[in-house]
Each structure stands twice: as C-alpha cells, then as structure tokens.
C-alpha cells in the first residue's frame, strides 16, 4: 500500500517538467508559505525536480502544528501525536531522511498493570471516580437501554457511526451525490433514539470535532470513521519518531535548505507574471508561482491583493477548526498503585480526557499524563495564564484522585487556539459546508496555490497535510 516518493513524481507529472536545475534569476521559481508537513512535502517534491523554492515561516521554528515537548521524559507530542498503518508518505519520507520510528501502539492508553487489569481508562463524573461494576445501574447513567454496561465516550458512538455509515468507499464524501447525508451529528443520534442527555454525555462532553454536536458534520463522521478503519486494516502500528515527531519537520526543512524563520505574510499581490510576498518585518520575495499552505486562522488576516475568489474566501472566514489545550503533568511516583485505579480518566471537568502514556525506555512507565481540553472547555482554560492552568489541572486531579496530592508536577502547557500562526488544530466541516467549501479551499486562485490539512480529500492528519503538499506541487510543476 505505501508509494514512495519517486513513485508519485512519476506518475503525477508529465516528462517535459522533469528538468534539471534551472538558471538563477532574479525571484524565485515558488515561495511556499508555512513549514508545516504540506509546505515542506510540496517543497521537498518541487526542489527533487530541479526548481528553486524558498520556505518562509512565521515561527522561529518549523513544524507548524508538529510540536514535541522535549523538557519531559518520552518526548510527549503537543501537536500531531501517531503515524498510523497507512500513512504511507509520512513513513516513507521519515524512511528517506533516516528519522527513526518506533511503535507506541502497543502503549497507547493502557495500564501499566494492563495484563492483571484490563480496565485501561477510569470514568470520572460529578466529582467521583466510578467503578465500572456500578456502572449499570449508577444514576448518572443516561446511557441508550441498549448500552448501560457500557462506559461513555466515543468509542461507543463511533461504533454506532460504523454500523449506519452509508458510504461504499470512505473518499465517497466528496462524491456530490453524498450531499444528501450531510446532515449534524445530533439529528443522527437523535434518529437512532438517542436523548438529549445520552447525547450530551457521550458526544458532547470531551468533544472531538467541533463545539457540540450540532456543528458537526456527521458526512465528515462516515469518512473519519472509515479511514480510520483502514488504517488499522493495513497495520495495526502507532508510531513515533525516537526523538519526537518534530524531527521530521526539521529533517524535511534541512533537505529543502531555504528556509526562512520569523517571516510573518501580512500580503500577497499576483500580477500577470510574478507573486510578490510581503513579510511583517517589511521583507519582500518574489516568485513565479506561490504555494500558501497555512490554517485557515492564519489566512484570515493576510490581505490578498486581488481579492481571492468569493467561495475561497468565505471558506476561509467560515471553515472553523478544532479548539484544543493540552496540559502535561508528571507524577512523581505510580501513585495509581495506592487508589487501584488507572492513572487514564475520562471526565466530566475541565481537564477533559486524561491519557496515561508510556513513551519511556521502560514500556510499563507512565511517563506523564496529558490533559485534552477540547472545544469549549479549551476556551475556559485559555482564560487562565499557563501556570494557573497547569495548576487547575492538578487540583482537578487531586480532588479525583486523593492519592495523588502532592505527587504531579506541572510539565507543559499548549493552546493551539492561542497561537497566532494555528488559531486552532485540524478542520471541522459543518453540516452542510462540505460540498461547496472544499473544492473552494484546494482550487487553485491564479498564480495561487492551496494545501493543508484542510484541503485533503482522501486523508486526514498528518497525512492528510503530505497529500494536499503533493497535490500542490504537482500543480505547480506541471505550470512552471
């Protein structure tokens, strides 16, 4: 299942671009905007065939919504977390650029005692910890009759989602004849006998797309849940890269070689025959083609001169994207030991679901736990600075878990949202908003050109960020 590189350049471009290094001039053959994945994807494919390209990056780093926190033991990821079976060009460009990987699947959310227990995440609710034995019968139970043994979260409605997908093949979203299914992810709870109450619990509570389940697409849903599935069809693997998945965009921007830190687009003016990029420091470069693979945040604040296409900006100003704070914490010894619970809890606070991971040397560590607060209870923790959030965090734990008083210290603090160059982390369609607003966002806009997370139609993720690279400087190549 995994093309390489070599492959795709072969069968995506016509011989006549395949050329060699071409003469210097005086601008540039393509500026890409971003050094995420799809800015350095699409310029590593450009710079392979022999054209110049120049990166420029807002940041002082590169990486974009690739972010490993290296201060804590096992390299915890802030930002894009697992390479997963499929993601074919993220394991093949980590392959060509000898960044190791190594396969966390097997550590994922589990227990440390996981053989003797199998309960790998405990459930947190109105203050307690709940045993999955009371459960059943527990009166926060607002589960559907049919699920009552069963513990509340995604994992259950994602199953419903599998068993009512109406797709063929999961890339049938794009399809227009699926417009028909676009509908919110509550009417089709709601279709299924779900209440309001099982509704807001399951979905709702540690959102994944979205604030609620009334602004999120389930047609988005039918695609996730079934790339997914392929995913794991091809090879069950969760990798990581040895050092943190940072690596990779630092690899990938060392072979591209000019790359350009700390230069912030405020504009982009297109003539008959050139791209002329203004940076906020006041810098100017100029190229024959462009390629602007920001989040959709970031490019609402640039001023495109001409004005882009009505349906791409809308897209633009429209397509939200997920909101996500992410606190790390460290424990000082396996307190878990003394409770008997799992350090892993899903919960009803504001420290949102709380992963237990073992990303150490020793595979039975528990080398920190991470927070995710998503949708709405991001926005409440971003209303604190990062040490008063770190700290809520703890208390929140604390006041769950007595046992661990005194044992958890602050590691690290990440709002996507509150980063000027994310404004958020990957795309959440809106009933409806598919059909019209992704054929806008990747088209082309004259000597434009679009990639990013957003513009993928056959992955999501990281790899979703590889292939709208490769769409991009296929585009390009085939026009300079």
Request: hydrophobic share 40%; charged share 25%; with cysteine.
């Amino acid at each position: 299942m995994r093309i390489s590189r070599r492959e795709i350049i072969a069968a995506g471009v016509a011989t006549s671009t395949l050329r060699s290094a071409r003469a210097a001039s005086d601008i540039t053959d393509v500026i890409v905007i971003g050094s995420g994945l799809s800015g350095l994807n699409a310029a590593l494919l450009i710079k392979d065939q022999g054209f110049k390209v120049t990166v420029l990056e807002g940041r002082n780093r590169v990486g974009g919504r690739m972010s490993t926190l290296r201060s804590v033991e096992g390299n915890p990821e802030m930002g894009a977390d697992s390479i997963l079976g499929g993601y074919g060009r993220m394991q093949d460009i980590a392959a060509r650029l000898k960044v190791e990987l190594i396969d966390f699947e097997g550590r994922r959310d589990l227990s440390p005692d996981a053989q003797k227990d199998p309960v790998t995440v405990e459930l947190a609710l109105g203050g307690n910890v709940i045993r999955r034995a009371d459960w059943a019968m527990h009166p926060l139970n607002v589960m559907p009759e049919d699920a009552k043994v069963r513990f509340p979260g995604r994992a259950y409605f994602q199953s419903l989602i599998d068993k009512h997908n109406p797709l063929k093949s999961f890339e049938d979203w794009i399809d227009p004849a699926s417009a028909k299914f676009d509908g919110s992810a509550y009417d089709f709870f709601k279709s299924h006998g779900w209440s309001d109450a099982a509704i807001d619990l399951n979905y709702n509570t540690n959102i994944q797309y979205g604030t609620s389940a009334h602004d999120s697409s389930i047609l988005m849903w039918y695609f996730t849940q079934a790339w997914f599935k392929l995913q794991s069809d091809i090879q069950r693997v969760a990798y990581k890269a040895v050092d943190g998945n940072e690596s990779i965009p630092q690899a990938m921007a060392r072979a591209v070689g000019d790359v350009h830190l700390g230069k912030a687009v405020v504009g982009i003016r297109q003539s008959a025959d050139a791209v002329e990029v203004q940076c906020e420091d006041g810098s100017l470069f100029k190229a024959k083609r462009l390629i602007c693979s920001l989040p959709l945040p970031t490019m609402r604040w640039i001023k495109f001169d001409p004005l882009l296409p009505p349906l791409k900006a809308k897209a633009i100003r429209t397509v939200p994207v997920m909101k996500i704070t992410k606190v790390v914490i460290v424990p000082k010894k396996p307190f878990w030991k003394e409770d008997g619970f799992s350090p892993a809890m899903w919960t009803d606070t504001d420290a949102g679901e709380i992963r237990a991971l073992r990303e150490g040397e020793d595979p039975n560590k528990v080398t920190c736990l991470m927070a995710w607060a998503r949708g709405f209870l991001a926005d409440r923790l971003d209303l604190m600075s990062e040490k008063d959030a770190m700290a809520h965090i703890i208390s929140i734990y604390e006041k769950l878990r007595p046992a661990a008083k005194g044992q958890l210290v602050a590691g690290g603090f990440k709002s996507w949202q509150s980063d000027r160059f994310s404004g958020g982390d990957w795309v959440v369609w809106r009933p409806g908003q598919l059909s019209e607003s992704l054929p806008a966002l990747k088209e082309p806009a004259g000597r434009l050109h679009f990639c990013g997370e957003h513009t993928a139609v056959s992955n999501r993720g990281m790899e979703g960020a590889m292939e709208s690279g490769e769409r991009a400087a296929l585009e390009v190549m085939a026009l300079l």
